[in-house]
């Protein structure tokens, strides 16, 4: 049987087609989080009710959006093992980006009433559900793409893209609020952000047509169409793979989404930080993350993806409530307080790197979309999607403004002794002796 050869062409493509799925993605979800005090304002401001309440509703729109990721990370996931990586990548990447254009046009509360937070809700659903088929192929495709001894360098280019997007989604907001006054800007000027998605998807569209089908993928379906045996792990074998990966990435998801999407909304509700300062501090938290994604995911491939998250997620046990502490000093200068979220946002990179492949490496080819992006999408539904709901209601209930620090430590000591269960020697290994 001979094997599909790989080209560094072919490689090239598969990457950067990849890349801008994720890309879009990210940045509309780092939109949303960064305008969340002016949605809510649009959407969710309820007579009588505090602003605070505003905010709970936005991030309760904003959580429910992950956890229908789990049910798109389950259909085309399957679709993606069955028929592709290549089409269903194709097909998520269209609605995905149609849906996040549509929030874009929705009349505000003042103008339909209640059924404007319903349309909004219901679209975040539709984006949840697409969106939860993006990451799994596209992970699956970088790693299975990636040459020997790389994978940790070509997965990590997923959280990159990540990254890029969520500074996009910062910077453009950071921008409007510079440019147009608070007036224009919760009148119109939020809506600028979500029409911008639909030059994106069609420049991503266009690169994800000229790439290829996986190798791996490409051998899986030679050896079924040769009657070739395919080993099958057990359906109770498969769950606990993924239970295993949800506690390995968990303090990612928590820490990601609280350091670099949740931050904004906490300065400003609970420090009474300005919007555009507050703004600034999120996007130097996401340039610190962005820094060390790419070094990091290069390093897991010379060392090991253990070595290096568990080095992340122990730092992030031990410092969290520090730095959290040094936000909330009155003595600390805005050049203080970017460090300290520079620092915060290069710490969850250490994970963000590595990631993408020590999940590929844990999944077969033949449920490979599917595993991963369940593991994912389930443990950001819950860790990030609600990280804003939780954080907020659990300050509003309790006064504790170190409640943000407490749930990365949190999430932290569940991941380490995780992690500390990788096989040191899976960096090294070919993707296909995940069959055996």
Request: hydrophobic share 55%.
């Amino acid at each position: 049987m001979q094997k599909p050869q790989t080209t560094t062409d072919a490689q090239k493509r598969a990457l950067i087609a990849g890349s801008v799925g994720n890309f879009i993605e990210w940045y509309e979800f780092a939109v949303y989080g960064f305008l969340a005090t002016v949605i809510a304002q649009n959407f969710f401001r309820l007579q009588g009710e505090a602003e605070l309440t505003g905010i709970i509703l936005t991030y309760a729109s904003f959580a429910i959006a992950f956890f229908f990721r789990p049910l798109g990370a389950i259909f085309f996931g399957r679709m993606g093992d069955r028929i592709g990586r290549k089409p269903t990548l194709i097909f998520v990447l269209i609605m995905m980006t149609l849906v996040t254009t549509a929030i874009g046009v929705i009349p505000t509360y003042a103008s339909i009433g209640v059924a404007a937070p319903l349309i909004i809700t219901g679209l975040r659903i539709l984006q949840g559900l697409f969106a939860g088929g993006e990451y799994g192929g596209a992970v699956s495709l970088m790693t299975e793409f990636a040459p020997k001894g790389q994978r940790g360098r070509y997965g990590a280019w997923q959280s990159f893209t990540v990254a890029l997007g969520l500074l996009a989604g910062a910077g453009i907001v950071a921008l409007l609020s510079a440019v147009l006054s608070a007036d224009e800007m919760h009148s119109w000027g939020w809506r600028i952000p979500f029409f911008l998605a639909l030059p994106m998807g069609i420049v991503a569209l266009w690169l994800r047509y000229s790439m290829e089908e996986t190798p791996s993928f490409v051998r899986q379906q030679q050896m079924q169409n040769a009657q070739q045996p395919v080993v099958s792990a057990s359906f109770a074998a498969t769950i606990r793979i993924i239970l295993l990966a949800i506690s390995r990435v968990m303090v990612w998801s928590a820490a990601g989404y609280t350091y670099l999407v949740i931050m904004p909304t906490y300065l400003q509700s609970s420090l009474h930080t300005g919007f555009n300062q507050a703004l600034l501090i999120a996007v130097i938290s996401n340039l610190g993350f962005a820094a060390t994604i790419i070094p990091a995911g290069i390093l897991s491939d010379k060392i090991g993806r253990r070595s290096v998250m568990v080095l992340a997620a122990c730092l992030l046990l031990v410092l969290a409530l520090p730095l959290l502490k040094v936000l909330q000093a009155d003595s600390s200068t805005l050049l203080v307080k970017a460090l300290v979220v520079f620092v915060a946002g290069g710490i969850v990179g250490l994970l963000a790197g590595p990631g993408p492949a020590m999940l590929a490496e844990m999944f077969p080819t033949r449920v490979r979309y599917t595993g991963l992006g369940l593991a994912y999408s389930l443990s950001n539904a819950v860790f990030s999607g609600c990280a804003g709901l939780i954080i907020t209601s659990l300050i509003k209930q309790t006064g504790n403004l170190d409640i943000p620090a407490w749930y990365i430590i949190v999430t932290a000591a569940i991941s380490i002794p995780a992690l500390m269960t990788l096989n040191k020697q899976d960096h090294l290994r070919s993707l296909d002796e995940t069959e055996s």
